[in-house]
């Protein structure tokens, strides 16, 4: 296992594959299997989290698949593993994905009692002709009653995901749904267009997307219906109200360091990338004769570094200071890079104002095309 010298906190992400749900879309490791499957996987994970033992945790994050499939028990067994094995700091945010359809008042209630003090709720849309277009189980109407659970039970930050550009989808549409998902006044928002994923079952069947104008029109819209409701847009996809933002997927967006476990996750250790086993019966089956799981890894050079830093950087609107990049990574951005730069500043898709890039709403139309030029 992957030796981990760091006194600096670290975020940790533990992924949970288990889901009874076959959404059109998905592409997540996702594992039905059997109940002493579960058993077996929370295991291996107890095992595996051992390897970190002591290391300072600042954030926590339960993803999927859908964690909350997870009963209390086994919830239980989990985050007293996770509490008894790190250190985890005092305002350490604990972050769990759950499907509107898969919490009730009682698990709210012990999942506030565990420790989680902010919930992502899966909503992707209010109109149940697209919730069935995507596969989903759940109705718009289970959206509100899992957030009226968790408000009851004092949880002050929730996330909403939503998803747009569907086929045919019109403004009119989008305009409704972003309407509906303001109303709950919810920390946080996390929109995301519909992407046909190479695993997902939407692969075979040929969609018709929106074209990239429509998407434009679409995220404009969304930007301002937001900004103008006090969410302010801090990542591509991510809206917050003031002292909201995820603090987990922040400490993704700045390069930081994160622990990652169970199947298919990743590390990521000064610059050292390295990944579990994707799949679920290799993962057990390693874990279980105590042979590590890790089945991949990437040593990035201070270059590597360094653009990446700057990718994902550029994914915050806040953006990055190329300066002080150069002196984090003691790296210098190549001319090409300078001279794509300075291009997409013309092109108004970047701003550079002293040694300080970010994108315009232009850029972040178009960043994903961005960085691959830029890469
Ligand atoms: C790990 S997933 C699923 C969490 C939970 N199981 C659920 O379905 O609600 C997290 C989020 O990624 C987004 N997502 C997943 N697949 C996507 C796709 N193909 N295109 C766009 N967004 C996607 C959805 O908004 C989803 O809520
Ligand atoms: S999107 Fe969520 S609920 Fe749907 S199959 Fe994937 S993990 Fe399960």
Avoid at 44 to 53: G, I, P, V
Avoid at 198 to 208: A, D, E, G, H, M
Avoid at 310 to 318: W, Y
Wanted: proline share 3%; net charge positive.
């Amino acid at each position: 296992m992957e030796k981990i010298k760091t006194k600096s906190s670290l975020g940790l992400y533990v992924h949970i594959p288990f889901c009874l749900r076959k959404c059109f879309f998905c592409s997540f490791v996702v594992y039905i299997g059997k109940n002493n499957h579960k058993k077996k996987y929370l295991t291996c994970l107890e095992q595996e989290l051992k390897e970190y033992s002591q290391k300072r945790i600042k954030t926590i994050y339960f993803g999927g698949g859908t964690p909350t499939f997870l009963n209390g028990d086994e919830l239980t067994r989990l985050i007293k593993s996770v509490k008894a094995n790190f250190l985890i700091e005092e305002n350490c945010e604990f972050t769990i994905e759950a499907n509107p359809d898969t919490i009730d008042f009682p698990k709210a209630r012990l999942l506030k009692e565990l420790g989680v003090n902010r919930v992502s709720i899966g909503a992707q849309t209010f109109s149940n002709r697209y919730l069935k277009f995507l596969g989903r189980t759940h109705q718009a109407k289970d959206v509100e009653k899992c957030f009226a659970a968790l408000r009851k039970a004092g949880f002050d930050n929730i996330t909403l995901d939503l998803m747009y550009g569907f086929p045919g989808q019109t403004l009119g549409e989008l305009k409704d749904d972003i309407k509906k998902i303001i109303k709950f006044n919810s920390e946080h928002l996390s929109l995301y267009t519909l992407t046909v994923e190479p695993r997902s079952k939407f692969n075979i069947q040929n969609l018709k997307m929106p074209s990239t104008q429509r998407l434009g029109a679409f995220y404009t819209h969304i930007t301002r219906a937001l900004e103008k409701k006090g969410f302010a847009q801090y990542e591509i996809s991510n809206f917050a109200k003031p002292g909201k933002q995820s603090e987990h997927n922040c400490i993704y967006w700045k390069c930081q360091d994160y622990i990652g476990l169970g199947a298919g996750a990743h590390s990521h250790f000064e610059g050292t990338r390295f990944w579990n086993t994707s799949s679920v019966p290799t993962y057990l089956r390693l874990a279980e004769k105590g042979k590590p799981t890790v089945d991949g890894k990437e040593k990035l050079n201070k270059d590597r570094r360094l653009l990446e830093a700057l990718l994902f950087g550029l994914r915050m609107n806040e953006g990055v200071s190329l300066c002080i990049l150069e002196k984090q990574f003691n790296a210098k951005f190549s001319k090409q890079t300078k001279e794509k730069i300075s291009q997409f500043c013309k092109d108004e898709f970047l701003i550079l104002k002293n040694s300080h890039l970010k994108t315009t709403l232009q850029g972040r139309l178009v960043l994903d095309e961005l960085s691959v030029r830029l890469i």
